[in-house]
């Protein structure tokens, strides 16, 4: 309540004709809160709370300036006070497109489509040097959120000496073909609930959510988006938006393989990448933070994990080893 009382007389002080009321807005997997403010006349606005203690806002502001020069749609900064940690931006509306599909699932292919479109506008703004890299040290350093918190902590499971040599021998497959992919400036989750849909089809998605965005692995924007931990699409349709992608980016000159096969399986093996990851934070967010909402988003990330690892034969050992460790029974069947 003390912060909130900040951002008012705040306001206050950016806006001392005007009456406006604060209402929270969204708050995220981080310490970061927003509130949207009603201004009499009519006019919203969204004020990032991202308490210093916690956060730093001068990555947002950098990627924020970014990917508006890429020409994607994201907020308007309207005033800072960073050594408090408030940002007032531009309100880029409530209805995420994980509402909008929620509501009406016949959006899905527009709203797919300009995503990846928007996504093209980013990668072809990329150059090394600008954002951090997405390196095998903090790569590897997310998938060790697995044993940690997901294995460890969720399901109370401590590994045998074979169990942790399979893991570390799929870790480092996994991590060779990751960073073997072409290297473009990556969101990092870009996905349904950081998505907005806008009134204009010409500035949809509106994206927010930004701040730790990398230069990194081409493919895995399109896993956050296209293998979402919190809405399932059947497989045949995000091949088709993939593939769509795919023929958009290599005609703009997005430095996508020119093989499609080649593309597909680089998307699969970093999707493996961050199924993992994303278990071990949501085992994290719940156990660490409190946040059990993100447990009943666990079954789809982990059917997606599955899903892929049952496709390679080089990741058979790791989904047994998930098998073991969930005590499913095993399934007599045959591997060609």
């Known amino acids: 309540m003390e912060r909130q009382q900040l951002i008012s007389r705040w ?3 950016l806006y001392p004709q005007q009456r406006f009321e604060l209402d929270p807005a969204s708050s995220d997997a981080s310490f970061r809160r927003y509130f949207r403010v ?15 203690s916690h956060e730093d806002c001068t990555p947002w502001l950098r990627i924020r300036a970014l990917f508006a020069q890429a020409g994607v749609h994201v907020p308007e900064l309207l005033a800072e006070d960073l050594e408090r940690g408030f940002l007032l931006i531009s309100d ?10 929620q509501a009406d699932p016949g959006q899905a292919r527009p709203l797919y489509e300009a995503a990846g479109r928007a996504l093209v506008h980013i990668q072809l703004a990329s150059r090394p040097g600008v954002l951090p890299d997405y390196d095998h040290a903090l ?6 959120l697995f044993p940690d918190w997901y294995l460890a902590r969720h399901l109370g499971v401590e590994l045998s000496p074979d169990q942790c040599n399979v893991m570390q021998q799929t870790f480092a497959r996994i991590l ?6 072409p290297r473009v400036f990556v969101h990092r989750d870009y996905h349904s609930r950081n998505l907005m849909r806008q009134t204009t089809a010409e500035t949809n998605p509106g994206i927010i959510d930004f701040q730790d965005a990398v230069y990194g692995p081409l493919s895995y924007d399109l896993v956050s988006l296209f293998k979402d931990a919190y809405i399932e699409w059947d497989e045949e349709q995000t091949l ?13 000159g997005v430095p996508v393989r020119s093989d499609f096969g080649e593309f597909h399986r680089d998307y699969e093996w970093m999707g493996v990448q961050r199924h993992i990851k994303v278990l071990g934070i949501f085992a994290r967010l719940y156990h660490r933070d409190g946040k059990e909402n993100y447990l009943k988003d666990m079954p789809l990330v982990m059917k997606h994990l599955r899903t892929a690892c049952d496709r390679y034969r080089e990741l058979g050992p790791f989904l047994k080893l998930l098998d073991e460790v969930e005590a499913r029974p095993l399934e007599v069947g045959y591997t060609f």
Do not use: K
């Open 176 to 181: 060779q073909v990751n960073l073997a992919e």
């Open 240 to 252: 088709d938006w993939l593939i769509r992608y795919w023929e958009a980016a290599r005609r703009a």
């Open 11 to 13: 306001l206050e002080q």
């Open 38 to 52: 009603s201004f009499d006349d009519g006019r919203t606005a969204i004020v990032m709370d991202a308490p210093p």
């Open 92 to 101: 880029l509306g409530s209805t995420t497109y994980l509402a909008a599909l």
């Open 139 to 144: 790569l590897e350093r997310e998938l060790m």
